[in-house]
């Protein structure tokens, strides 16, 4: 399955336009039956939010100030739209890679089905991680401000080379296995995607979508490999 953009001359005349091409039948149906949905788009960090909507054959997007409603309307193609976005998927797609300016002719999708959870809620007092924010930022990991409720430290960010930087919530644990309500807190919208900080990795399985950051880790590392012995 992939994205085809529709005609050479569309830049000049709204931007890109790229339509869906060979959506397996479970897709298809799921698009068509609610008109439209929001996409993911993926980065060289994983997947994140975007302003773009896969819009099936039959309906159209309608803008009413801030906000969007889907109506009928045989338009008869399966397509990305910009939605909010200032740019078009394929622009969009150059930009979090940092790659030259052009247009893509095909766009190939790979879709990954997640089961929807349930929201959870819990509120836990914990110190702050402000000892290890210094060093973690030289390495690419800017913490927000740790709040101790829900995620820790929610505006987050991931910033590494001269890529842009990526949006994740923390969650600081002095052991990994200490993660558990947050699995089913963090929902769809936030493309259940999010980061432990913690001391210890010790949770044996985890989803694909959990990253760790074990800062015990550092130390064995430095004086194995970099020859240095960190007290």
């Not at 150059?94 to 809620?121: H, M, V, Y």
Request: aromatic share 10%; charged share 25%; hydrophobic share 35%.
């Amino acid at each position: 399955m992939h994205l085809q953009q529709t005609k050479r001359s569309s830049a000049r005349s709204g931007g890109p336009q790229y339509y869906f091409h060979a959506l397996p039948e479970y897709v298809l149906g799921y698009l068509r039956k609610k008109g439209a949905v929001r996409v993911a788009l993926v980065t060289p960090y994983g997947a994140t939010k975007s302003d773009f909507f896969a819009v099936g054959e039959g309906h159209k997007l309608d803008r009413s100030k801030d906000r969007f409603t889907v109506q009928p309307r045989r338009v008869g193609h399966d397509r990305i739209q910009a939605g909010r976005a200032g740019e078009s998927i394929g622009e969009a797609i150059r930009t979090w890679f940092n790659l030259p300016t052009g247009q893509f002719e095909r766009i190939d999708l790979e879709i990954k089905t997640r089961p929807c959870s349930q929201a959870l809620r819990s509120i836990h007092q914990r110190r702050g991680p402000s000892e290890a924010s210094g060093p973690l930022e030289r390495l690419g990991l800017r913490l927000g401000p740790y709040v101790g409720k829900g995620y820790d430290c929610a505006a987050s960010s991931f910033e590494f080379l001269d890529l842009k930087p990526y949006q994740v919530p923390v969650e600081v644990k002095k052991e990994s296995t200490g993660f558990h309500y947050q699995q089913g807190k963090y929902g769809k919208e936030e493309l259940s995607r999010a980061v432990i900080l913690c001391m210890v990795h010790n949770k044996s399985r985890l989803p694909d979508n959990i990253d760790v950051i074990e800062l015990a880790a550092f130390p064995a590392y430095a004086e194995a490999r970099l020859g240095l012995r960190l007290r």
